[in-house]
Structures are given as C-alpha cells and as structure tokens.
C-alpha cells in the first residue's frame, strides 16, 4: 500500500509530501496539462476538496496562513499544493519554494490523527 | 489612476505585478484571511476569474505552463496570483519565488493589448 496515499474516489486522490509542514496534494486521476483544462465539474469537485482539507488543516493545526499553490512546471499534471504554515517553520514568511531562513523545529500533534480526520470528512463529501 | 489596476468590479479587482513574465494578481475588495473565509458564492467567482485570466494568457501568450498561487503570508489576505510561464524564463521550472536559474530576456508580445484583452473578458462575465 502507498504510505502516502491518504484518500481516493473515483476522480481525485489526495496524497502527502514529506515535509516539516502539514503538506497535501490534490490530484485528479485522469491527468490535465492546465486547471482551465480540467472539466468543469471536476474542477469545482477539485477546490471542493481543497476546501475541506484547508478546513481540517485550521481545526487541527491552527496554523499562521494556509498556502495552496498549482505549478506542475517539471511534469505539466495539474495538482493543488495545500500546506499549513507556521510563523516559526523554516520558511515563512516565505513560500516553500523560497528561501530557507531557520533550522525550525515545528512541535505538531500527531499527523496520524490529522489524516484520518481528512479521510473521514472527505469521505462524507464524496461517498462513492 | 492606478497603472496596476486592470479591472475590478463590485467584488473584486485585478491588478499587475511588476515582473519579467505576464503575472496578474486577483483580490477580494472584502479582505479576508483564508479562502475558506471568503463567501461562496464570491469564492466561486474568484475562480471563475481565474479561469478567463488563464484561458487570456494561454491564447495570447501560448506559454510553457500556467501557474496559480495563493499565500499572502506577509499580510494575510487573500490573493491569487496568476503566471504565464516559459521554459526560458529566469526562474522555470521553478515557481516565481524559487531559486533563480538564469538571466532570461523574454520577447513576448505587447502586454498592453493583454490586459486590454483580460478586461474585455471579465467585463463581459461580469457586466456589472
């Protein structure tokens, strides 16, 4: 099983990036170069989705800012970046893109416990 | 009169940002911290005119990539940024804010006729 896997339905799966910050992606199963490119519904389908993980991101973690970004610049798939920053991680106020300014040593609650919080309200959303 | 401003409504303005690569930036009048927290309805219409923006920039610009970002970290109020990218630009294929690869020179068409052209869009999505 892919450990970093943390919900799919028939359109969508959501995985997590190794990181210091909470960090998830949003990818669509059928692969689109650009968001215009994406059918309608399933974009809304798409920010839907974001939304509930930006929602679980602030009961969970209470984080300084939410970040969502879309590049894809290496391999040209659409999918939605969403992380959870901190005042005292290693980058803010910079992007995670940016440049590094501390060595931050981040005391979060338990990522296990947040993922399952995310698989649960995304499924009540998206049941099949 | 703002030389940044491009267009804006009731709800919402786009404004320019000063960089080599075609980069518009699209802000809620309201201010609001999160996306989240903006209204549904005025978050739906957010996307819609980031629709049209990137639907603009690909048909006038025929760029490497789309790119969308939304951190406002500094001051936490919500924005997206919408980016017209190119293989040859000082940063691809790192995001904007990433470490910076090259002196590029673009020769792109005239970004007057663009924002004339984004405006005529949005005005015809939102008369109003």
Do not use: C
């Not at 190794?18 to 689109?32: H, M, Q």
């Not at 215009?36 to 300084?64: A, S």
Request: no cysteine.
């Amino acid at each position: 099983m892919d450990q970093s896997l943390i919900f799919e339905n028939a359109h969508l799966y959501v995985e997590k990036e190794a990181s210091e910050i909470p960090w998830l992606k949003i990818f669509t199963k059928e692969p689109y170069k650009e968001l215009g490119d994406v059918p309608k519904e399933l974009r809304l389908q798409l920010f839907e989705v974001f939304d509930i993980i930006e929602d679980e991101m602030k009961k969970y973690y209470n984080p300084t800012k939410i970040n969502m970004a879309s590049f894809a610049n290496m391999l040209p798939r659409v999918h939605l970046h969403v992380m959870a920053r901190f005042e005292n991680d290693s980058y803010f106020p910079n992007p995670m893109w940016g440049e590094k300014l501390r060595d931050a040593v981040l005391e979060l609650p338990d990522e296990k416990e947040f993922y399952k919080r995310v698989a649960i309200a995304l499924k009540q959303f998206s049941p099949g």
